[in-house]
Structure formats: structure tokens, C-alpha cells
């Protein structure tokens, strides 16, 4: 069974530009849920879509959306990037809440 | 709400020694707790979970950890560190089993001495 794929792996953007991140989540799975790593802030949870709704949120502006099709696909949308955006956007996903989370080799989002 | 605290951004032990990673967490509920391990320029991978099955979890690659309500504890150990542990290893806490959105600790990086 493949794992969870991200795309792109490595890009650069320049400031106050937008960016989409896409993630094809394990088969079977409907739920996704997006994570932003950073070396100051850590890891902290973004959103997760579940059935092509939004079930939970994290504390981030509205820059940062997210969407989630009918095959469970989903893609993020960041946009009017900032420095601060720099960052691994990891995607992970699951069956179901209380199932085991798995997670993708992550997307580096240089802004510059 | 919940948090989770790791005691030591780096751990440094000898091959063959044995591995402490501590971690402690606030929950307002029953919590489901992680250890997650990640390489370098990797994602995450899960090496156990506790659900309340059972409160010393086994994981994978000889990695275990034991619960402990009245400590608010999830230590991660491993009796004989081998030179292929060394990683970023985190910890985290859901309170709804993680879909819901895992909280993460600051990650403990694990150092092996030959």
C-alpha cells in the first residue's frame, strides 16, 4: 500500500505570493490533516478534513485554507506569503479519530 | 486544553546503553498519547501509540514506553541503544485519538556515542 504522497517536495516563493500544497493521503483513508513545522514554533497542527468537511482547526490566520475532494485528496493553500511562512508542511492521514495517524514526507516551503 | 513538555531538546547516550526520553503532558481529558521519530529531512513515523489498552506500550524497533496517570508521564525507553536510534523524537498528545489534532512537544534529538 503506498503512504501518504506530498507534492511538491522543495519550492521557493517570494513574498506576498500564494502557494498550494497538495497530499494524496493512504487509500482508504478520509481523513487529512495538515501540520507546519518550523525550528521556533515546533510542530503544530493546521486543520483536518475529514469526508471533504473541515472537523478541526488549529490557530492560524485565514492566509491559510485548505480543501479536501471527493477521492480524499487535499491541498492547502497558503497565501500573500510571509518569511515566517518558511517552513515542512507535513500531511498526514487516517481512517477515522482513534485510528493510527500516518504522516507524508512533508513539503519545504522556502519564502524569500 | 493540552500540552506536552519534553525534558531535554538533546539526549546523548553510548551504543549499547540505555535510551530515556522523557516527555510529561497536561490533558483536561483522557488523553491518547505518541511517541513519533523522525529522520533527517523525513516525515514522522509512529512508533507507539497508548489508548488506555494497556499502560506499558510496545512499539517498534524495540522502543517502549510506560504510562503514568499520577505522574502525567510517557516516557519513551530502550534497553540498548543501537547507532541507527539517532534522531528528532517527539511526543504528543489528542485527546480525541489524533485526528482531531495531535499537540506536539518540542522534540528531544537523540545523540549515539560509538
Known sequence: ?112 | AQSVTQLGSHVSVSEGALVLLRCNYSSSVPPYLFWYVQYPNQGLQLLLKYTSAATLVKGINGFEAEFKKSETSFHLTKPSAHMSDAAEYFCAVSPGGGADGLTFGKGTHLIIQP
Open chain 1, 1 to 112: 500500500k503506498a503512504g501518504v504522497t506530498q507534492t511538491p517536495r522543495y519550492l521557493i516563493k517570494t513574498r506576498g505570493q500564494q502557494v498550494t500544497l497538495s497530499c494524496s493521503p493512504i487509500s482508504g483513508h478520509r481523513s487529512v490533516s495538515w501540520y507546519q513545522q518550523t525550528p521556533g514554533q515546533g510542530l503544530q497542527f493546521l486543520f483536518e478534513y475529514f469526508s471533504e468537511t473541515q472537523r478541526n482547526k488549529g490557530n492560524f490566520p485565514g492566509r491559510f485554507s485548505g480543501r479536501q475532494f471527493s477521492n480524499s485528496r487535499s491541498e492547502m493553500n497558503v497565501s500573500t506569503l510571509e518569511l515566517g511562512d518558511s517552513a515542512l508542511y507535513l500531511c498526514a492521514s487516517s481512517e477515522d479519530v482513534g485510528n493510527t495517524i500516518y504522516f507524508g514526507e512533508g513539503s519545504w516551503l522556502t519564502v524569500v
